[in-house]
C-alpha cells in the first residue's frame, strides 16, 4: 500500500488538494484507518478544522472587503510574476505599426479578447479550434506577407486539470505551433498556465511564462509585450530544453 496520503494526515494536514487518483487515496486513507496507522481521531480534527473555517468564511460580509484594494494588489502581483525566459534582442518591445498576429491555441475559453482588441488588430485561433469562431491558417498568411515585417505572438493557455496531475497541450496542437514558428520570421511563445509548456519551443524567439490565465495576468503581459510595463518575474523552476 502507498502510504504517502496517510503519511500526510498523519502529520497533520487536513486536504488532500487534487490527489493524482481520487478513488485509490480514499481506499488507502481507508485502509489506514482500519489498520490502525491513522487514528480516527486525526480525521474527526481534520473534519473540525475545516468545518470552523467554512464557518469563518461565512460570517466575512461584501462590506468587510475592500475590492478596489483587492483587484489593486491583484494587478500588482500580476504585474510582477511576468517572467522573460529568453530574448533575442531587436524584437521587444512589440512595434504597434508592425504585422503581429496573434495566434491563441489551448484551453482557448481563458482568452480574454477584450484586452487584445486593444492592440492587436489580427487574432486567430490554432486550426483546431475552429468551433471557437476563430480559424487560423497560417500558410495562407504567411504566402500573403513577408516574413521580414511579421512577429508571430503564440499565446498557449493552459489549467491544472483535475486527478491527472498534468497540464499541457496535445501532440497536435503543439506540432501546428512549431509550424507558426517556423513560418514567421519572429516569433513570441506565451505560456498562461505551465512554464513547462515552454520546453516544447525551444526555437522560439521569445519566451515568456506568465503561470496564469486571469484578467490581470493577461493585461501586464500586454503591457510588457509594448515596454509599458517592465519584466520581473523570475522562474520558480528550472526548465531544460531539449537538445
Known sequence: MDIVPARCVEAGVDILLHPADADLTVKELTAAIKSGMID?????????????????????????IDYNDHMALSESISGRSITL??????????????RVPVVVAGETKFFEARLWNDYFKEIFAESSHAGDGLVYNYENYFEGHSNSDVTAI????????????????????????LKI??????????????????????????????YDSNEYVQKAVIKCLYGELDFKGRMPVKIEFPT
Not at 480516527?40 to 470552523?52: L, P, V
Not at 525566459?85 to 505599426?97: A, D, F, Q, S, T
Not at 514567421?184 to 511564462?209: E, M, N, Q, T
Open 40 to 64: 480516527e481521531e486525526n480525521i474527526d480534527a481534520s473534519i473540525e478544522r475545516i468545518s470552523k473555517a467554512n464557518a469563518r468564511l461565512e460570517e466575512i460580509r461584501r462590506g468587510d
Open 181 to 210: 514558428i517556423n513560418k514567421a520570421h519572429k516569433s513570441i511563445v506565451i505560456s498562461f498556465g505551465s512554464p513547462y509548456i515552454l520546453r516544447c519551443f525551444k526555437d522560439a524567439d521569445i519566451l515568456i511564462a506568465a
Open 154 to 177: 503564440i499565446a498557449v493557455f493552459s489549467g491544472p486539470r483535475a486527478w491527472k496531475g498534468i497540464s499541457g497541450i496535445d501532440d497536435s496542437e503543439r506540432r501546428e505551433i
Open 85 to 98: 525566459v529568453r530574448r533575442k534582442e531587436g524584437i521587444l518591445p512589440v512595434k504597434k505599426e508592425g
